[in-house]
């Protein structure tokens, strides 16, 4: 085998998450209000009273926005979702008309010749774009929150800067690219290579699949794997690099269930020269860097969430409020009636939490990485129920295309195709099982970084009796004060009850109480499975979603205070924080119940069952047509195999 040819590294779990490990951010140095809520301690004081914005930016912001709404006036006169649904791709007049709007470089710094908005209008923007077309969303999303301008932000030289960032903020689109046919959670297995040129350069060889932008991109990021040698740290690499460089071909546009008009495909590199000028921060520091990236990258996708859930609330409401059935407007049938309600509350909640977090990143105050995460989680997984039930209340109307509605003389509502469009949310960066896994990682990080060792089966005995005096004294200090809290106490967080309002004070204190029974619970399991807790993904995945719900139950509170206080809808917001943390109190006390009653047990064996034959006799009685093709593309790097449909939009 050749030193261009990459190898598909053999990869062990434990070697998976090492690789996960190492690319995690160890250090806390600001206060976490999330990390604080797994440990069992409501710290209210990091969150309210809400942070806000500098006058300067909100001018900013909202001049930008008032133009961004101009445009998406016109682009819907034109009918422009319509086309784009039909023809499968965003016409390039309207890609031109956003860069001549600036709106590749929202968050750009203006002395690049960006629009400098905070981390707050970005997301608005997004929301307000991506409810024209969720694929213009994740167009400008994927070139600014995971493509080139970010993580040269944060990593770049100031040549790097100087270069790359002019050009993203005006003409090039940029993508990110780091799965392959055979790496999607998994990035140990990253097998696309970057093997040391002479002294300033490398070659870059390798299949990326799925790569949102990558068919009409400038510019790409590129993660790569440089090997070890005398010279050479080695490891996971990012790059950037020309997407016109020789050796690039674009061999394929995927085609999805939804965001039909993302220009998302399959690109192969053959001995690609990239100059080391172009890597991005040292060798072997890709993955951190994309994951620092992601960091506020996360925020955008829940923002489009928000705007999904808003639009399914203005669908909702007047659909509803017309459609008679049974002698009355469907909304007024209590089942449909609690659909409506759902969706109110939890539009609601969702931006709370994204406009909170937003703000939060924007001050740099706080660590807001797992707010972050628990955003990506919970609004993709709530857009998601949110669209379905909105589905559900339109009827049959629901399962039929805008486009036959319009055909038959009524009004074009796209319900169907909101739930395509937001189904990916759930799947890509950072998929719901993977982003569990992920926040449950910082959630037990206080317990593993004093007793790590102790449950640790690799470690010698001489470390785990250390580790074990280091953990008899944590939890001899850290146990008693889960014991009792202010959520026991009446009195507490009265300012959430103002005369004639609904009283939020109750839901905080609710919030107060589960965060210890929460992080009681996590040392409970800990004490029980100790090494074995990182395979209880059941169990986690459920501490995780408690802890996205008292976040949220948190972060909608506080919102309704603030808007009650600056003299904004206080009563309704009140309202419907608490209708959203009644609803939500029900959701995390099944999920406590869940806890220790489940069937994880069960289901393991089902699976053995299942993946053994046991059950194949079930199959039976029914046709395959996908027929018996390879599961996984062959991805054996070389030149191109197929035609070049990279396409650059001038
Ligand atoms: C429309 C679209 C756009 C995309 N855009 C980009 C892009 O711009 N750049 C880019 O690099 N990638 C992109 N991706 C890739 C995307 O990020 C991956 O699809 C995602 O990371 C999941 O990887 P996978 O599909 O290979 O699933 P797999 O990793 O094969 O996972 C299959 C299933 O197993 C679960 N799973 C995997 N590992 C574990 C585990 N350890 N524990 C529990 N469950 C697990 C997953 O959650 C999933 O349900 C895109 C994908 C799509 C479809």
């Known amino acids: 085998m050749s030193a261009t040819q990459p190898v598909q590294p053999k990869v062990t779990e434990r070697e998976a998450r090492q690789v996960a490990e190492a690319a995690r951010e160890h250090d806390w140095r600001k206060p976490s209000f999330a990390k604080e809520l797994f440990l069992g301690r409501l710290r209210l004081d990091l969150i309210h009273p809400h942070p806000l914005p500098a006058d300067e930016d909100v001018r900013r912001g909202e001049a ?91 990593f770049g030289t100031q040549e790097q800067k100087d270069t790359y960032l002019p050009r993203c903020a005006t003409t090039a689109i940029s993508a990110f690219l780091l799965t392959e046919p055979d790496v999607g959670s998994d990035p140990a297995r990253l097998a696309t290579t970057a093997v040391p040129d002479g002294e300033d350069a490398y070659l870059l060889d390798g299949v990326k699949l799925w790569t949102t932008n990558g068919v009409v991109a400038d510019l790409l990021v590129v993660m790569a794997r440089v090997p070890k040698s005398e010279n050479h740290r080695g490891g996971i690499t990012a790059f950037v690099v020309e997407a016109d460089s020789p050796g690039i071909t674009v061999e394929h546009r995927n085609a999805f269930m939804g965001l039909r008009g993302l220009e998302n495909g399959v690109t192969r590199f053959h001995q690609v020269r990239v100059p080391a000028a172009q890597r991005i921060g040292a060798e072997g520091s890709g993955l951190k860097i994309a994951l620092t990236t992601l960091n506020t990258g996360r925020l955008s996708l829940p923002a489009m969430c928000v705007g999904a859930g808003k639009w399914c609330l203005k669908i909702a409401r007047e659909w509803s409020g017309v459609r008679e059935q049974w ?142 005096a280091r953990a008899a004294a944590f939890y001899a200090r850290w146990l008693p004060q889960l014991a009792t809290g202010a959520g026991q106490l009446p009195g507490t967080f009265r300012a959430f009850h103002p005369d004639g309002h609904p009283d939020l004070s109750t839901h905080l204190r609710h919030v107060e109480r589960s965060a210890r029974k929460l992080a009681r619970s996590t040392f409970y399991a800990m004490s029980r499975w100790q090494g074995r807790m990182e395979t209880k993904q059941g169990f986690l995945g459920r501490i995780v979603d408690i802890g996205a719900a008292l976040f949220a139950m948190s972060a909608a509170c506080v919102r309704a205070e603030h808007l009650r206080a600056t003299g904004e809808h206080g009563r309704e917001a009140y309202q419907l924080a608490d209708a959203f943390c009644r609803q939500s109190r029900i959701r995390v006390e099944e999920l406590f119940g869940r806890l220790w009653n489940n069937t994880d047990e069960l289901d393991r064996k089902v699976v053995e069952g299942v993946l053994g034959g046991t059950y194949a006799w079930l199959e039976e009685g029914v046709l395959d047509a996908s027929g018996d093709g390879p599961w996984i593309a062959d991805a054996t790097p070389g030149p191109a195999a197929r035609e070049n449909v990279h396409r650059p939009i001038r």
């Open 327 to 468: 002698g009355r407007p469907v909304a007024r049938h209590e089942a449909v009636g609690a659909k409506i309600s759902f969706i109110a509350a939890t539009t609601f909640a969702l931006e709370a939490v994204v406009d909170l977090a937003s703000q939060m990143a924007d001050e740099d105050r706080n660590d807001i990485r797992i707010e972050a995460a628990l955003a990506k989680l919970y609004g993709s997984e709530m857009a998601w129920l949110m669209a379905d039930e909105l589905v559900q209340i339109r009827g049959g109307r629901g399962f039929e295309t805008a486009e036959s509605l319009a055909a038959r003389g009524e009004r074009a509502v796209p319900a169907e195709q909101m739930l395509r469009d937001l189904r990916i949310n759930r799947i890509f960066e950072g998929s719901t099982e993977i982003m569990h896994l992920l926040i449950a990682r910082e959630a037990v990080d206080a317990h593993l970084s004093v007793a790590g060792d102790l449950i640790d089966p690799q470690k010698a005995l001489g470390d785990k009796a250390k580790a074990g």
């Open 64 to 154: 930008f926005l008032a133009r961004l709404r101009a445009f998406c006036d016109s682009a819907l006169a034109d009918g422009l979702p319509g086309r784009i649904e039909r023809e499968a791709k965003i016409p390039d007049e309207t890609v031109r008309a956003l860069k001549d709007l600036g709106a590749l470089g929202m968050k750009i710094d203006p002395k690049y010749g960006g629009l400098g908005l905070t981390q707050v209008y970005y997301n608005k923007a997004l929301a307000l774009v991506g409810s024209v077309s969720p694929a213009i969303g994740a167009l400008l999303s994927a070139h600014q929150s995971i493509g080139v301008p970010q993580p040269l932000k944060i």
